[in-house]
């Protein structure tokens, strides 16, 4: 048995985020975006507060991390740790498990209103909000959440010992979802409506074990079940034939959506809904910037989302000053 | 068997010295049919070892019977946290809180010891409210790294009104009760084992369940 001890949710916050003042900087979101921008920031002198939901975004849900640079191999965890204690030591004021809920602009300053109703100004903004899991959008989905469809890996994946379950999705998430899994369920199906697009090296791990069976260009239609989910109606896209596939659990990993409705109505959203950014992260309202899986910038990692966060903190830097 | 190596005792050493009052992890075990007992004792010894202000109290099930019913104890391994007054404050862990429950546990200490941060006041307006007693379940695994957050928000609100009882529940250990709950996403958060919900959801999400509960 082993500990992951996580110093921030046991000490007490260092530096807490003054809600009467009005700050140069807000970073909204604490993933790799969200906490470069702060090093970045802070380190050029701003004032600079971060509001985040969740630290550490969607690493911490991460078994382990292959191609961070620098690191061979890390835990989700470990990562996100390394990441936290780095920003911490600078004593950047967080605000954390807050939700922001909305964003206006009042003249020069532009105001973020939390979930708790409370309201805080500062001159700039990054929005670092990262992205969500997308849903298959398919019938039964939705009524066995919980009941046997599942996001998160990880997290679930323990819950399932013995049984039989479906991944859905063919890139590296899907695949390294199926990995985590095999090593628990007694059989793993990984159902996806095309191509594998993981990487070769994990799908060659993939085929490693002996529990696990692979539909290619296989489309799910519907989940269905009782009380609990009990398969997936599937269509072979080549013979057009339908079938079920029988399971007690469904993983979907087919990628992410934007966290970006918060601000669908301050600031340009391509048709994917990810907030178009130009070269130095500027949007379409000035003083507001955007920084990783929230945004329009192409391929989403870890490494990615770390630069465009301190290329967001640079450019912000350049505008507050522009200010004085 | 030892959880805590150097590092991690050094680590936890710092954060109890925030500990204002004293506080009581009062730990149930039973002798048959208990495969964690023994490392959820050992483990609550270690951490009873790094500050003088955690006490421990070995307990058994059967024969401490209306202790355990004081507490609303019903299973084992069952760890209850009292105050510096040794009353019961609605924090409770059924099962071993180690993995990433560590980071529910470790908090918890400190918010019974009387160092937790307030709640806002809107929260609290609605809690006194309360008329009718409330039980939030709180289903985990220990590989979950947001779980621990649910559970640190079901025990805050046990902790500001005496009418809560905030239980987390880890899910392997205790199977039969999963089942029971058609638990298979974590965390799945169950009020009055009728309204329930999955994710580690705003306050705002644990007070409206728990106000249809009271409707009931
Ligand atoms: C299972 C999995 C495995 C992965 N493996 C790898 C890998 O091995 N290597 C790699 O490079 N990448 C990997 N990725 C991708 C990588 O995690 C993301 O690209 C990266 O985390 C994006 O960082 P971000 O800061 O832009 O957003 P996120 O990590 O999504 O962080 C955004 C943060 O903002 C918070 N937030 C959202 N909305 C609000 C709001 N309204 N108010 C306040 N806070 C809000 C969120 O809670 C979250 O904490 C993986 C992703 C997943 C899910």
Redesign the interface.
């Known amino acids: 048995?082993?500990?992951?001890?996580?110093?921030a949710?046991?000490?007490?916050k260092s530096v807490v985020l003054d809600k009467g003042k009005t700050y140069d900087l807000l970073i909204i979101g604490s993933g790799p975006a969200g906490l470069n921008s702060a090093l970045y920031a802070k380190r050029k002198g701003l004032e600079v507060g971060i509001i985040g939901k969740?630290s550490g975004g969607q690493v911490?849900?991460t078994t382990s991390v292959e191609n961070y640079l620098g690191f061979e191999y890390k835990t989700?965890?470990e990562l996100v740790k390394a990441f936290k204690s780095h920003v911490d030591s600078l004593k950047v004021p967080f605000l954390s498990?807050a939700?922001v809920t909305s964003i206006h602009k009042i003249e020069n300053r532009f105001m973020v209103q939390l979930?708790?109703?409370e309201e805080i100004a500062t001159k700039a903004v990054i929005i670092a909000t990262g992205s969500r899991p997308r849903q298959l959008g398919i019938s039964g989905e939705a009524d066995y959440?919980?009941?046997?469809?599942?996001?998160?890996a990880?997290?679930?994946?323990?819950?399932?010992?013995g049984l039989e379950v479906i991944v859905a999705g063919g890139g590296n998430s899907a695949v390294e979802a199926a990995i985590d899994l095999a090593k628990i369920a007694s059989t793993v199906k990984l159902v996806h409506r095309s191509q594998l697009r993981a990487d070769q090296i994990v799908i060659d791990k993939l085929n490693t074990f002996e529990n696990v069976e692979i539909y290619l260009e296989t489309e799910i239609l519907e989940v269905k079940g009782a009380?609990?989910m009990s398969g997936i109606i599937v269509k072979d896209k080549k013979t057009g034939e339908i079938s079920e596939l029988a399971a007690?659990?469904l993983f979907v990993e087919i990628g992410y959506l934007p966290n970006s409705g918060f601000v669908k109505d301050l600031v340009k959203l391509n048709e994917r809904g990810e907030i178009i950014v130009n070269a130095a992260c500027e949007t379409s309202v000035e003083g507001v910037f955007a920084a990783g899986d929230v945004t329009d910038v192409p391929y989403k990692q870890i490494v990615i989302s770390a630069g465009e966060g301190a290329k967001a903190a640079l450019t912000a830097n350049d505008y507050i000053n522009r200010l004085k | 068997m030892s959880l805590l190596n150097e590092q991690l005792q050094e680590q936890l050493r710092e954060i109890f010295a925030d500990m204002k009052d004293d506080i009581t992890l009062a730990v149930f075990s039973k002798e048959d049919d208990c495969e964690t007992c023994k490392d959820t004792l050992s483990f609550m010894q270690e951490i009873e070892s790094l500050s003088d202000k955690i006490h421990l109290e070995e307990l058994d099930l059967v024969k401490d019977a209306d202790r355990a019913a004081a507490y609303n104890v019903v299973m084992a391994p069952s760890i209850v946290m009292l105050d510096g007054q040794k009353n019961y404050r609605g924090v409770k862990f059924n099962g071993i809180p180690a993995g990433h429950e560590i980071n529910s546990f470790i908090p918890a200490i400190l918010e019974v010891s009387g160092a937790g941060e307030a709640l806002p006041e809107s929260y609290k307006v609605k809690l006194n409210a309360l008329e009718k007693p409330v039980n939030i379940k709180v289903f985990v695994t220990l590989s979950c790294p947001h779980c621990a957050g649910a559970v640190q928000k079901a025990h805050k609100l046990a902790l500001e009104s005496d009418l809560i009882d905030g239980e987390m529940i880890e899910a392997q250990t205790f199977y039969d009760l999963s089942e029971k709950f058609n638990v298979s996403s974590v965390p799945k958060i169950v009020i009055n084992d009728q309204y329930e919900f999955v994710g580690n959801q705003p306050l705002e999400v644990f007070l409206e369940e728990i106000e249809k509960a009271q409707r009931a």
């Open positions: 048995m082993e500990l992951n001890l996580n110093l949710s046991s000490k007490k969740k911490v849900d989700g965890e498990d939700e979930s708790s109703g959440l919980g009941k046997g469809v599942a996001y998160c990880i997290c679930d994946g323990p819950l399932f010992e009380q609990l007690n659990g």
